[in-house]
């Protein structure tokens, strides 16, 4: 089993078909089949082979899927990177996977290069990099592995501590990529948007593996612009977008936003979406979204909300096929429908475990359930509901306040873009709630902390209100609330 084997399949059935795109540049899946190959007789030559790591640093072009499969090809891992690391970040990421080589796109050689520590380093130039395959040897044969063997390494962000490296099986993968595809009924007419990071797992399993998977088409966007993202749907006829809550956001704040009802689907994760941000998106848009939950340990789709008349709004539906989750107390019991717990996943999603990390791995898999942190509930109807994350919890006064309730309050409001509420050290409660908000239009701390109040639980409105343009985002989209400053430019009780 390899996960190039999909590629190579497909290109024998739909050779000629465009398979990514980005504006004018285009490969088809017999040439994305080609230059893999050859990308893979390049490995050979320079001594890699199955196991061996290989760090990919590539931007939303066409060539990630040239080097993702050319490594895949001949066995080895890929390890991709965030393109915007600094010297210090990509030194340790390659010390922690040994990776044999990196591959860099040609703008961020400088800081690639710093950061090698002593690996081979290979830069990825538009063009050159298609007339040095012509010269290269293709290798025809496609690594024959188990099911089990790894194909990604994944770094965690390392928001909660030192980043771990997520180990996830051509088995893993596959089979997700898989189920993305038969659930969005993905086929050979379909065009996906590219939008999400393909260095993610969300990218890369959700768009890129299940488009190939498919023998759909993928056209890309080198980074999420909301006017560029409009043009791009419009122009290339795009049936399937799949995006992060803060993208939804961004289009619904685009004046040049209108109807788009020729999506056939919309699918949002990577975090929570806000219920008024999804009443308001397809109230203006036309087009249904279905939300989705699962993390890169999970490959990373775990659960699905079902379109039609099967979908729960503010619900993160039920598990995919083959994947059981359940909600567990403390002592690791399941609990009863309603009750507030810990999310656990059991399936052939879950990852092999963190990279030479087995402490780490043991934490998180108990019992063959991966346990993930995220507080949830089911209802009597098998829905599951995301509240928030345990590490975001807030204590005050004894109290417990999930910061996602009073979020989707804050989101009610007509002058809230974006918002995040966290706890802050208070030397009598133990915890305070703060609330910082990026606007759409003119509001005070003090009309917004009321407008909560008159909504929640005395013990749950922020006692403190600031104010941002924008808040800080992750690469792929995630409000980062530990980067938060506490700001106090806003009206305080």
């Given at each position: 089993m390899n996960l190039a084997d999909r590629l190579h399949t497909a290109a024998a059935r739909l050779g000629g078909r465009a398979v990514l795109t980005l504006d004018e540049a285009q490969l088809t899946y017999g040439t994305l089949d080609e230059l893999s190959a050859r990308l893979a007789g390049l490995l050979r030559c320079r001594g890699i082979g199955p196991g061996d790591r290989?760090?990919?640093?590539?931007?939303?072009?066409?060539?990630?899927?040239?080097?993702?499969?050319?490594?895949?090809?001949?066995?080895?891992?890929?390890?991709?990177?965030?393109?915007?690391?600094?010297?210090?970040?990509?030194?340790?990421?390659?010390?922690?996977?040994?990776?044999?080589?990196?591959?860099?796109?040609?703008?961020?050689?400088?800081?690639?290069?710093?950061?090698?520590?002593?690996?081979?380093?290979?830069?990825v130039v538009p063009g050159e990099f298609r007339r040095l395959l012509r010269g290269v040897a293709a290798e025809r044969e496609i690594a024959d592995l188990e099911p089990d063997d790894t194909a990604v390494v994944h770094y965690t962000s390392g928001t909660t501590g030192r980043p771990k490296g997520i180990?996830?099986?051509?088995?893993?993968?596959?089979?997700?990529?898989?189920?993305?595809?038969?659930?969005?009924?993905?086929?050979?007419?379909?065009?996906?948007?590219?939008?999400?990071?393909l260095y993610h797992t969300f990218?890369?399993?959700?768009?890129?593996?299940?488009?190939?998977?498919?023998?759909?088409?993928?056209?890309?966007?080198?980074?999420?612009?909301p006017g560029r993202a409009l043009e791009v749907i419009r122009r290339d006829g795009v049936t399937v977008f799949q995006g992060v809550p803060t993208m939804?956001?961004?289009?619904?704040?685009?004046?040049?936003?209108?109807?788009?009802?020729?999506?056939?689907?919309?699918?949002?994760?990577?975090?929570?979406?806000?219920?008024?941000?999804?009443?308001?998106?397809?109230?203006?848009?036309?087009?249904?979204?279905?939300?989705?939950?699962?993390?890169?340990?999970?490959?990373?789709?775990?659960?699905?909300?079902?379109?039609?008349?099967?979908?729960?709004?503010?619900?993160?539906g039920w598990p995919i096929r083959g994947v059981e989750?359940?909600?567990?107390?403390?002592?690791?019991?399941?609990?009863?429908?309603?009750?507030?717990?810990?999310?656990?996943?059991?399936?052939?999603?879950?990852?092999?475990?963190?990279?030479?990390?087995?402490?780490?791995?043991?934490?998180?898999?108990?019992?063959?359930?991966?346990?993930?942190?995220?507080?949830?509930?089911?209802?009597?109807?098998?829905?599951?509901?995301?509240?928030?994350?345990?590490?975001?919890?807030?204590?005050?006064?004894?109290?417990t306040v999930y910061p996602r309730e009073v979020e989707e309050v804050l989101y009610e409001h007509p002058a809230v873009r974006q918002a995040a509420v966290f706890g802050v050290p208070h030397p009598g409660l133990g915890e305070e709630i703060e609330a910082v908000v990026a606007l759409r239009a003119p509001v005070t701390g003090e009309e917004l902390r009321d407008f909560v109040r008159e909504r929640v639980a005395a013990y749950k409105y922020p006692r403190h209100v600031s104010f941002v343009d924008e808040l800080p985002m992750s690469p792929t989209g995630k409000i980062l609330k530990r980067a938060l400053p506490r700001l106090r430019a806003g009206t305080y009780g």
């Open positions: 290989v760090a990919i640093m590539l931007p939303n072009v066409p060539e990630f899927g040239v080097v993702y499969y050319g490594v895949l090809r001949v066995g080895a891992v890929v390890v991709p990177l965030d393109p915007l690391l600094k010297r210090r970040e990509i030194a340790a990421y390659l010390g922690d996977c040994g990776a044999r080589l990196l591959i860099a796109w040609h703008a961020f050689a400088e800081t690639a290069e710093a950061g090698s520590a002593g690996t081979d380093c290979f830069f180990e996830l099986t051509h088995a893993n993968l596959g089979g997700n990529a898989a189920t993305v595809a038969r659930m969005h009924a993905l086929g050979v007419d379909d065009v996906v948007l590219g939008a999400l990071p990218g890369q399993t959700c768009s890129l593996n299940a488009t190939v998977h498919a023998g759909a088409r993928l056209t890309l966007l080198g980074r999420f612009d939804f956001i961004a289009l619904l704040d685009h004046p040049g936003a209108s109807d788009m009802s020729m999506l056939r689907v919309c699918a949002s994760g990577g975090a929570a979406l806000p219920l008024d941000v999804l009443r308001a998106y397809e109230a203006r848009f036309g087009c249904e979204i279905v939300e989705g939950y699962g993390l890169s340990e999970t490959s990373p789709v775990a659960a699905t909300n079902r379109g039609g008349s099967h979908r729960r709004p503010g619900s993160i989750m359940k909600v567990v107390g403390d002592d690791g019991r399941e609990l009863p429908a309603g009750e507030i717990g810990e999310i656990v996943v059991r399936g052939p999603n879950v990852m092999k475990g963190y990279w030479n990390d087995p402490a780490a791995t043991a934490e998180v898999i108990r019992d063959g359930w991966f346990h993930t942190g995220d507080l949830g509930r089911v209802d009597g109807d098998g829905y599951f509901f995301l509240v928030d994350r345990r590490r975001d919890v807030i204590i005050r006064g004894g109290y």
